[in-house]
Nanobody
Framework: QVQLVESGGGLVQPGGSLRLSCATS????????MGWYRQAPGAQRELVAT???????NYADSVKGQFTISRDNAKNTVYLQMNGLKPEDTAVYYC????????????WGQGSQVTVSS
């Protein structure tokens, strides 16, 4: 079993920045693709960004150039740096771990609320 513990959400003004963190209960980066998803009220959960075990990153078009996903292998932690936040970025953000060979094996964090408002 893998536990994902998120932190770093909150309220920020438009144009501000936040960094989300997702700590894993054990070292899984070598066999799991890590990702961030978000779900706005009344909307479906959508992919924000992923990072593979080899370090390849992928971003939703809506956040390219604005968000950065990274990881610290020594700390078993993946990050999402969010800059230039807009009201439409308001959502619950979820950390995800998906086994790179068995995609049905996946885990989710508890979710972190990010609210962008003046």
């Amino acid at each position: 079993q893998v536990q994902l513990v998120e932190s770093g959400g909150g309220l920020v003004q438009p144009g501000g920045s936040l960094r989300l963190s997702c700590a894993t209960s054990r070292s899984i980066f070598s066999i799991y693709t890590m990702g961030w998803y978000r779900q706005a009220p009344g909307a479906q959960r959508e992919l924000v960004a992923t990072i593979t075990s080899g370090g390849t990153t992928n971003y939703a078009d809506s956040v390219k150039g604005q968000f950065t996903i990274s990881r610290d292998n020594a700390k078993n932690t993946v990050y999402l740096q969010m800059n230039g936040l807009k009201p439409e970025d308001t959502a619950v953000y979820y950390c995800n771990a998906e086994h790179q060979y068995f995609s049905a094996i996946k885990y989710w964090g508890q979710g972190s609320q990010v609210t962008v408002s003046s």
